[in-house]
């Protein structure tokens, strides 16, 4: 006899589907994510941590699970839930079908369930904690989502930070050769000459960041998310890095008094959380939205240009940019609905972007903000 599965919300919605990947519950905040492909992207980004994601586009699994799109060691998500999941994938790169890699991942997921309507559901209503059963009793699934903790004020970074700091090489994909280990200080195209020395705060650090820094001339060391300002600057690197993570940023307050301590130190550049955190540690706020940006097709206006940077974004917190007053200013904004995208400080070598410069659905739109980071490092050494 086929398995059941449901979702239900905690506003007591349900949607029934087919169970594939890990047969458990679970339990997380639904989100909804746009992207019409990079699935398996989606599922190691870190920043997933603590929540489901539902896919809008309706056929999910054709290209299977490959060894070199990862993100991360492993998936953060809680669960999975499509529309149409494709068993049988074609993609000369695939190693195995999305169901083997969940299932082997421990990471549960629902198919055949109405996506559109669970979609229109959230932005009505906003994102919601949702609980997964298989056979299970609707009522009681209620009740557990409803007793269920919610993800905000949650430290969710230690769940997803590296246990100890580590180098990375890495850098960009080649076609014939797969990603190129880069001599230390030699950038993919020979520019750049000089080392700069940087260190990556982990707050859940998505792979291809570090390939973007590496490739951008830089030598990078990933330091977990609680290591402190003093063993930071003990380390004299050219500059710091705030990477993107999981969660809500006043959950980390640990984070913001290290970010705190090193503003006056060396040029900083933050991604997503590391921009959440950063504007908390020059004494902002920060606030949640109805049910977030996540996917790859956000538009961006770069306020300097004018330009719109197609951008791939996975965030449910924004910086309330007026809340910190003339110490930064405003340079890119979400064309959707307003909200900041990215700011710099007006007088120290710092600046950050909610979304993610690394990912390529431009495909190369935002790519320049590594290069401005490093030649922030650069003017910085040369004083």
Known sequence: MAKKGILVLEDGSSFVGKPFGAMRKAVGEVVFNTSMFGYQEILTDSSYKGQMVVMTYPLIGVVGINYEDLESQRPAVEAFLVREYQNKPSNWRSRKTLDEYLTEQDIPGLEQIDTRALTIHLRNH??????IGIDCDEADLL?????????????????????????WAQGNWNLDGGYVNYPRGVANDGSFEAIHRIIAMDFGIKYNILRQLTASGCEV???????????????????????????DPEGVPYAIETVRKLLMYRPIFGICLGHQILGLALGGRTYKLKFGHHGGNQPVKNLSNGKIEITAQNHNYVVDIDSIGSAVELTHTNCNDGTVEGMKHTSLPIFSVQYHPEASPGPHDSHYLFKQFTQMVAAWKKT
């Open 221 to 247: 060391e990933v330091v977990p998310a609680h290591m402190n300002a003093e063993k930071i600057m003990a380390k004299e690197p050219d500059g710091i890095f705030l990477s993107n993570g999981p969660g």
């Open 126 to 131: 906003g994102a919601m904690m949702g609980i």
């Open 143 to 167: 009740r557990q989502v409803r007793e269920a903790p919610r993800i905000d004020g949650r430290d969710l970074v230690s769940e997803v930070t590296c246990k100890r700091s580590y180098s």
